[in-house]
């Protein structure tokens, strides 16, 4: 079946620091991928999104790219601020069915 | 304000009584899903539904139930609540089942003693 698979965390960075968080799938067919970002004390809300091979999506300073040859995912970010202070979420919808990494806490220190 | 709500957002309750979490989403959405959120786990989806009337089974649907009587409303049903389904749970909606962004609730904290 499918599945995600993401850095575990906790990652401490400082501000202004380069941010990468791995995420890597497996699916049958043509998944859309996401990536979704919870504030404390909040619901999810979605990042940005691509739905099919060597899409970038970005949004707020991110970036990741469909990689469908190393069926990855990867978060980007060229300098964090401490609002970015949160979890990431990386996801694969495919079906019915939308399946969900572990997610990966992510610290900024001023 | 397009939203999903979900009440209510604490609940702690005793193992055995029936409990239920109520979701309604204001986007004319025909996608709607319940996921619960546990440490290391990530979301696992409870169920979905396609539309009204339509639901399905997600990878840990055991010892809940889930109606769709109307576009707007999904409540999550807990017949006989035990210990183990202590977590945070999440109700989301979409407008299309797949490649939409889905819309998350705030949340619901249930504790079953």
């Known amino acids: 079946g499918n599945s995600v698979t993401q850095m575990e965390g906790p990652v401490t960075l400082s501000e202004e620091a380069f941010l990468t968080i791995n995420c890597t799938y497996t699916a049958t067919g043509y998944p859309s991928l996401f990536w979704y970002v919870q504030y404390p004390g909040e619901g999810l809300q979605l990042l940005l999104k691509a739905t099919k091979a060597d899409d970038k999506g970005s949004n707020k300073g991110f970036e990741a790219t469909y990689r469908k040859e190393t069926t990855s995912f990867h978060l980007e970010k060229g300098s964090v601020q401490v609002s970015d202070s949160a979890v990431y979420f990386c996801?694969?919808?495919?079906?019915?069915?939308?399946?969900f990494g572990a997610g990966t806490r992510l610290f900024v220190k001023a | 304000e397009a939203q999903v709500t979900q009440n209510p957002r604490y609940l702690i309750t005793v193992t055995g009584k029936k409990l239920t979490v109520t979701c309604s989403q204001n986007m004319n959405h025909e996608y709607m899903s319940w996921y619960r959120q546990d440490p290391g786990l990530g979301l696992r989806q409870i169920y979905y539904s396609m539309n009204v009337e339509v639901t399905d089974k997600g990878d840990v649907p055991e010892g809940y139930k889930v109606s769709r009587k109307e576009k707007r409303n999904f409540p999550l049903i807990l017949e006989s609540p035990s210990p183990n389904q202590t977590s945070l749970y999440f109700c989301a909606s979409s407008f299309r089942r797949e490649g939409d962004e889905q819309y998350f609730g705030p949340g619901t904290r249930l504790t079953v003693t």
């Open positions: 996801a694969l919808a495919g079906g019915f069915k939308t399946i």
